[in-house]
């Protein structure tokens, strides 16, 4: 009888990752409670560093839980894919498949076109429309997409996960977001732009405080505005 209904969520999925994770059901987030510890986030996150792909259970179970037997990494994984399902849609109701979260006999997969918003995608999708705003040499097109992206890169990609599975997708990002800061820091000092050109200097030095762009960047600014005490304190730094 469920086959016949329509038992998609009444809520939007926003999950926000860059600097922060962060799940929200519409305008509620996912408290901590409603995780029920830990294994349910770290499964959503592996699930959302394949943007979509569709992992094997085995692979799940050795990132995830890399040296525990057998039976116990089953158990494990069997345990975090109902706290996540839990989690995403508490209302679902009981007997009804997963909304989020598909299972295809020994793959698991979470289904990236019902999340309503996710930052990593929009992060992308902006910088794209900044590279077509540049080839069709439109610039203040160019600088609104570029700026909103700068700005939404709020940090590394999910700060408390350090597995090896997540690095090729956190260094992807850092670097386009490095690349494109550098593309268009100067070009905002050149415009006078300097709010946003510092501002952006310091976003560049919040997400590594070692970027030689960076302090270049606020230097510049600096000697722009005449303050070259604040830009020999820059250079020394």
Do not use: C
């Not at 409603?34 to 259970?57: F, I, N, V, Y």
């Not at 894919?81 to 989020?100: I, M």
């Amino acid at each position: 009888a469920l086959d016949h209904l329509d038992l998609r969520p009444p809520f939007s999925l926003r999950i926000r990752s860059l600097g922060e994770f962060a799940v929200l059901r519409g305008a509620d987030p996912v408290r901590a409670e409603d995780w029920k510890g830990q294994t349910a986030r770290r499964l959503l996150a592996r699930l959302l560093a394949a943007e979509g792909r569709a992992l094997p259970r085995e692979q799940l179970r050795e990132d995830l839980w890399p040296g525990a037997e057998s039976e116990a990494g089953r158990n494990n994984l069997r345990v975090a894919v109902t706290r996540l399902n839990d989690a995403l849609d508490p209302e679902r109701p009981s007997g009804a498949a997963p909304h989020f979260v598909v299972s295809e006999g020994e793959l698991l997969r979470l289904r990236m076109d019902a999340v309503a918003e996710w930052d990593v995608a929009r992060f992308r999708a902006l910088l794209r429309e900044a590279d077509e705003a540049e080839r069709r040499n439109d610039v203040a097109r160019e600088f609104a997409a570029a700026g909103e992206a700068l700005a939404l890169y709020a940090g590394p990609l999910l700060p408390e996960i350090d597995d090896e599975w997540l690095l090729p997708l956190r260094r992807e990002l850092a670097d386009r977001f490095a690349a494109t800061a550098q593309r268009i820091g100067p070009r905002l000092v050149l415009r006078g732009r300097l709010d946003d050109a510092a501002a952006l200097a310091e976003r560049m030095l919040r997400a590594d405080p070692t970027d030689e762009h960076g302090f270049a960047l606020r230097m510049r600014v600096q000697l722009a505005r005449r303050d070259r005490a604040g830009a020999l304190r820059s250079y020394e730094d």
